[in-house]
């Protein structure tokens, strides 16, 4: 019979000790330079991306929704394939890098891209605090 106390352990979240942090599994820092990038930073540019992506949709094709989302998607495959972030991640000091440290490329930025286009693959977070969209591009998005 399933007691209290089996179901109180994954209720409770990750043990609130010092003991892991988001990131430890990949040996990541806890901060600074290449650890793991928190939600406030990754919603802020995110929204910073939204905004630039909003306005060249409003300029180029009367703010028309689905425009909004496909310059959203190519300014996130090309600036992140190229560079390694987009103009929100770079604002507030981030990349998107492969598990072993280098800039993620025009393969993952495709998949990740079409992922987050989804909405729910970013929802879908791990201990780590990556999205489902980084675990299947096998990418971490890291403070620089």
Same mark, same amino acid.
């Given at each position: 019979?399933?007691?209290?106390?089996?179901?109180?352990?994954?209720?409770?979240?990750?043990? &609130?000790?010092?003991? +892991?942090?988001?990131?430890?599994?990949?040996?990541?820092?806890?901060?600074?330079?290449? &650890?793991?990038?928190?939600?406030?930073?990754? &919603?802020?540019?995110?929204?910073?991306?939204?905004?630039?992506?909003?306005?060249?949709? +409003?300029?180029?094709?009367?703010?028309?929704?689905?425009?909004?989302?496909?310059?959203?998607?190519?300014?996130?495959?090309?600036?992140?394939?190229?560079?390694?972030?987009?103009?929100?991640?770079? &604002?507030?000091?981030?990349?998107?890098?492969?598990?072993?440290?280098?800039?993620?490329? +025009?393969?993952?930025?495709?998949?990740?891209?079409?992922?987050?286009?989804?909405?729910?693959?970013?929802?879908?977070?791990?201990?780590?605090?990556?999205?489902?969209?980084?675990?299947?591009?096998?990418?971490?998005?890291?403070?620089?």
């Amino acid at each position: 019979m399933v007691e209290r106390k089996d179901i109180g352990s994954w209720l409770e979240g990750v043990p &609130s000790d010092d003991s +892991y942090w988001p990131g430890k599994s990949m040996g990541r820092p806890t901060a600074g330079p290449g &650890s793991i990038a928190r939600i406030g930073p990754r &919603s802020g540019a995110l929204l910073i991306d939204w905004a630039i992506a909003s306005a060249f949709a +409003y300029l180029l094709f009367d703010g028309v929704q689905l425009a909004i989302l496909g310059c959203f998607a190519a300014l996130q495959f090309l600036f992140v394939g190229f560079f390694g972030h987009s103009i929100g991640h770079r &604002s507030l000091r981030m990349q998107v890098q492969t598990l072993n440290g280098r800039p993620a490329g +025009y393969g993952k930025a495709a998949l990740r891209t079409v992922l987050i286009c989804l909405v729910v693959p970013p929802l879908l977070i791990d201990r780590d605090q990556r999205g489902l969209h980084d675990r299947l591009g096998r990418t971490v998005l890291v403070r620089i």
